[in-house]
């Protein structure tokens, strides 16, 4: 909680107070994908590869670039911590910052997931969300966020004062992007990144602007479902967290596994075309 203010009001702070918002990024400019198109192609659908992520660890799958992959909740309520890859540069990775500036705190039906800088491109697109009915709830909560990081066991060790936990989403995406590409854990730590926040359900204190969890309303059977838009390396932890609706870095919530489900369709959508990484010319004035 922030302390009470220190300085006195402005004699027109309610003036001040009272300016409407505008919203950052219109999305009027932000070129969006021809949603049909990809959805078009779910009718036909040929899976091609399962993964199982079991409970408070990670695994890396391969999606390739015009391929579906589903990321599901196959037994009970689990949040996944995801982080996505280009399969040929790590480098290039999931930007969830920017991505939530472009769409909002949380992703959904139709939203495209953008990478980091200098590449800033959509490498995925949302094409189906069992949990789009949820919508946001009274407490300004919703599901699948872009505004957590994933839980570590650096902020465990400092709000629990000298605390050890290994399987936090963030060792447990660490470990498995190690087994993945052979490096150590020292090398592919710095590659992990902020995620998407699967299922999870979480939103902003209208009051006082903390972070809140609640119990994720997934049930068996959900899933959110993107299209490749390039060759993608995919990493889940399934939280030690649960579905979130207490506590993470500990073994007390009750976890559950996470499946990955990659399909293959019969065309690609009408006129797509792999994006190109970002034109800027990266002179910066110099
Ligand atoms: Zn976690």
Not at 10 to 23: C, H, N, S
Not at 92 to 112: C, I, M, P, W
Not at 127 to 153: E, K, M, N
Not at 169 to 192: D, F, I, M, W, Y
Request: aromatic share 10%.
């Amino acid at each position: 909680m922030k302390p009470n203010p220190i300085t006195d009001a402005p004699e027109d702070a309610d003036q001040r107070k009272a300016i409407k918002p505008v919203i950052c990024y219109p999305t009027e400019t932000l070129p969006r994908p021809d949603l049909s198109a990809y959805r078009a192609l779910r009718n036909d659908l040929e899976l091609i590869e399962t993964v199982v992520i079991p409970p408070r660890d990670a695994a890396t799958w391969e999606v390739p670039a015009g391929h579906f992959c589903r990321l599901v909740c196959p037994e009970g309520p689990q949040v996944g911590d995801l982080n996505l890859h280009n399969l040929h540069n790590i480098n290039e990775r999931f930007y969830s910052g920017k991505t939530r500036a472009l769409n909002g705190t949380h992703v959904g039906l139709g939203d495209q997931l953008y990478s980091n800088f200098p590449y800033l491109r959509p490498i995925a697109t949302i094409t189906h969300d069992t949990l789009d009915w949820y919508g946001f709830d009274a407490f300004g909560g919703s599901v699948h966020d872009v505004i957590g990081t994933r839980c570590d066991p650096y902020t465990h060790n400092l709000l629990s004062h000298g605390g050890q936990y290994h399987h936090c989403c963030h060792s447990n995406l660490t470990r498995a992007l190690a087994k993945q590409t052979g490096l150590s854990p020292e090398l592919v730590e710095p590659h992990v990144h902020d995620v998407l926040n699967l299922f999870m359900c979480t939103g902003f204190t209208r009051d006082t602007g903390q972070y809140f969890m609640k119990a994720s309303p997934v049930r068996p059977g959900d899933y959110l479902e993107f299209f490749a838009e390039i060759d993608l390396l995919g990493n889940m932890s399934a939280c030690p967290g649960g579905d979130c609706s207490s506590e993470h870095s500990s073994d007390t919530a009750a976890c559950y596994p996470l499946t990955v489900e990659i399909y293959k369709p019969q065309g690609l959508p009408e006129g797509w075309q792999a994006p190109q990484v970002n034109s800027y010319d990266r002179s910066h004035g110099l």
